[in-house]
């Protein structure tokens, strides 16, 4: 059934006939023009005129507009019609945990999922998706499907911002005959970073090892030969082997929290958390270490919740982390300064979390380099403080992953404020 | 759109093209520095040959914008957004410059094997600058030309970590002469990489101004100076 015979069923006796009319008002139109025309320069009667114009009507209303063999080919169409093939893309791509993104015939974005929303930010309907896409095997694949030819495989596609991600991208043409196209993304991070942690762990993990390592063997040999009866020696050795081992252990749980870290798929904070409560706790479990370095926290926070979309425990371990260093670099100015406010410039409410120190600061060339693995600014004292080099590189990899900020100022001899920015959406 | 059909789909095409010399310059610059990193020869031959394709490209890009201004004779928006495209594709085109030249350096580098700690400010000022380019061009997909504001910011960024890069580079030359060489080509692939950082903030400029006729307005005043650090050795 048409679209105008079905909505004329409904309307009463009359209705489909009329339809029909009006579906052939242009030919019906013509022919009278015709009929007319003929009648004027031939000597017909009026009636036979009348007649010609009447059976034109009467056939155009009364018989149906395609052929029996048409409509029971549509008929039989709309039977095999399952429920699955009148469910609309759309919805379907919503079901899809994947992302997943529909494109036209000329390669405008029809649809993205909410995945899809989440992975690659804001995706607009009706960008050209290979603006969006812009590896050469992304390009070469949708121009692939556009052109006809769809591969059976897929392509990898990776995207390193804010987070890396690898992604294995397959591509189709939906259905048939509808001029859509889709590509769904298979998130295949992990497999890859397993691999990349690999390398990172020889080429990063066996440098920073070696060093106790080395240490801690230079003191065994020692202990067996020249100081093997001295009992003095042999305390204080055993006292330096035990903080080498200890230092070993922190750089291994530190790299696997990293790369723990990075393991993650990249799945946008979904609890909202309130961070005056939170950065309340985190200062009571430093008291104790705060204490022991004879440094005095003073605090700033606010009563009501600032809410904040995050991750509780990896937040945690970011104003653990700041005001652990803070507590440990800063330890001359006796004080460590911790407040939290809403932030200003955010309409959204966000919040802002501000770590400072009064110790000797950090110079200049080094801020814009210390939230790399690794990074030192004195290598002696880092080790004097048991630092691993990867705690500002953890609070980076968190804060990236929240879409949130670190600005980090400083002068030299005065201290140093590291400022968080949690938007608030 | 146009009454003339034919005229969007020279628009749309322009477009495409610019978008894929920015995946082909995305690319190049990963290509070479994870070449320049992991000693990779081979990967760096191919980046080298791999410029032919974006300098083949911008050369299409501009008969075509040249061809369609003779053609439609453009004005207001579809006239800027013409040249935007010639003026991006021309700053792409240096990218890929720049990560050829990376690569001829990481030919050279790759002699000796060389202690991980050279490359490891490069790796994350390639990271910036990455994600700068990235940015921009998902702005040129999605027009959404607001958070084009902060791009100066993060230029900054990037300038700052490439002085403090030279900086560590010139300790390790210091600190033993046989660390000249390698140094100075990192010196140079630093170099490159900052400029890449300049090439993307064009871009950023060039799409601001198609989408709304204005210039992206100066920088906000910052009570943030830290990063702009300067260095009497630097330039």
């Not at chain 1, 009348?50 to 059976?55: D, G, I, M, Q």
């Not at chain 1, 979904?270 to 022991?292: H, K, P």
């Not at chain 1, 980076?396 to 968080?420: D, M, P, Q, Y």
Request: aromatic residues 6%.
């Amino acid at each position: 059934m048409s679209e105008a015979d079905r909505n004329a069923s409904s309307a009463g006796p009359l209705a489909p006939y009329l339809a029909r009319l009006g579906e052939a008002r242009w030919v019906v139109a013509t022919a009278a023009v015709a009929v007319f025309a003929v009648a004027f320069f031939s000597p017909a009667p009026w009636w036979l005129i009348a007649a010609a114009v009447l059976a034109i009507v009467a056939v155009a209303a009364l018989l149906p507009r395609r052929s029996r063999q048409s409509r029971r080919r549509e008929a039989q169409a709309q039977a095999m019609l399952g429920p699955v093939e009148r469910l609309s893309a759309e919805r379907l791509a919503a079901a899809v945990p994947d992302p997943l993104i529909l494109f036209d015939q000329s390669g405008r974005i029809a649809h993205a999922n909410r995945p899809a929303q989440t992975a690659f930010g804001a995706v607009q309907a009706g960008v050209d998706v290979r603006l969006r896409f812009r590896s050469p095997e992304m390009q070469e694949l949708v121009r692939a499907l556009l052109v006809g030819n769809v591969r059976p495989s897929g392509v990898d596609y990776a995207e390193r911002v804010p987070v890396e991600r690898h992604y294995h991208v397959n591509a189709s043409s939906v259905g048939s005959g509808t001029g859509l196209f889709v590509l769904v993304f298979k998130d295949q991070s992990e497999l890859r970073r397993v691999d990349r942690m690999r390398a990172d762990f020889i080429a990063n993990a066996s440098h920073e090892l070696r060093t106790p390592l080395a240490s801690i063997s230079g003191f065994v040999e020692t202990l067996r030969g020249p100081a093997r009866d001295d009992p003095k020696a042999r305390d204080r050795f055993l006292d330096i082997m035990n903080d080498q081992t200890a230092r070993m252990a922190r750089l291994i749980d530190d790299l696997l929290s990293l790369s723990r870290l990075e393991m993650k798929s990249f799945i946008g904070p979904d609890e909202r958390v309130d961070i005056c409560l939170l950065v309340r706790g985190v200062i009571d479990s430093l008291t104790q270490l705060a204490r022991e370095a004879g440094v005095e926290i003073v605090s700033d926070i606010p009563e009501g919740p600032i809410e904040v979309p995050g991750n509780r425990d990896e937040l945690i371990q970011v104003f653990e982390n700041l005001l652990e260093n803070a507590c440990k670099y800063g330890q001359s100015g006796k004080k460590v300064e911790i407040a939290v406010t809403r932030d200003a410039d955010d309409q959204k409410g966000g919040a802002e979390i501000t770590v400072r120190d009064f110790g000797p600061g950090i110079p200049d060339e080094h801020i814009p380099r210390i939230t790399e693995r690794f990074y030192r600014v004195d290598v002696e004292e880092s080790r004097a403080q048991k630092g691993t080099g990867l705690g500002l590189a953890i609070v980076k990899h968190i804060l990236s992953r929240h879409n949130a900020r670190l600005t980090i100022r400083s002068v030299v001899g005065e201290g140093a404020a590291f400022t968080v920015h949690l938007p608030g959406v | 759109m146009h009454i003339v059909s034919a005229y969007d789909e020279d628009l749309k095409y322009l477009a495409g093209r610019v978008a894929a010399m920015g995946g082909m310059a995305e690319r190049m610059i990963e290509n070479s520095i994870s070449a320049l990193v992991h000693n990779d020869v081979p990967k760096a031959q191919k980046v080298i040959a791999d410029d032919e394709a974006l300098d083949e490209a911008q050369r299409e890009i501009d008969d075509r914008a040249l061809s369609v201004i003779a053609r439609r004779q453009p004005l207001a928006d579809d006239l800027r957004e013409i040249i935007g495209s010639i003026r991006i594709s021309s700053d792409l085109e240096r990218v890929g410059d720049l990560g050829k030249n990376i690569a001829k350096r990481a030919v050279a580098v790759a002699m000796a094997r060389q202690p991980v700690k050279f490359f490891r400010g490069l790796q994350s000022l390639s990271e910036l600058a990455a994600a700068q380019l990235k940015d921009v061009l998902d702005v040129y997909a999605s027009r959404d030309v607001e958070s084009l504001r902060s791009v100066r910011d993060r230029d900054y960024e990037i300038d700052a970590v490439y002085t403090s890069l030279f900086r560590e580079l010139l300790t390790y030359m210091m600190e033993d002469p046989r660390n000249i060489t390698p140094c100075t080509h990192l010196l140079f692939c630093a170099k490159n990489i900052e400029r890449m950082g300049d090439h993307a903030t064009n871009i950023a400029e060039t799409i601001y101004y198609v989408v709304t006729a204005e210039q992206l307005p100066a920088e906000r005043p910052k009570q943030d100076r830290s990063h702009d650090v300067t260095v009497e050795a630097g330039d």
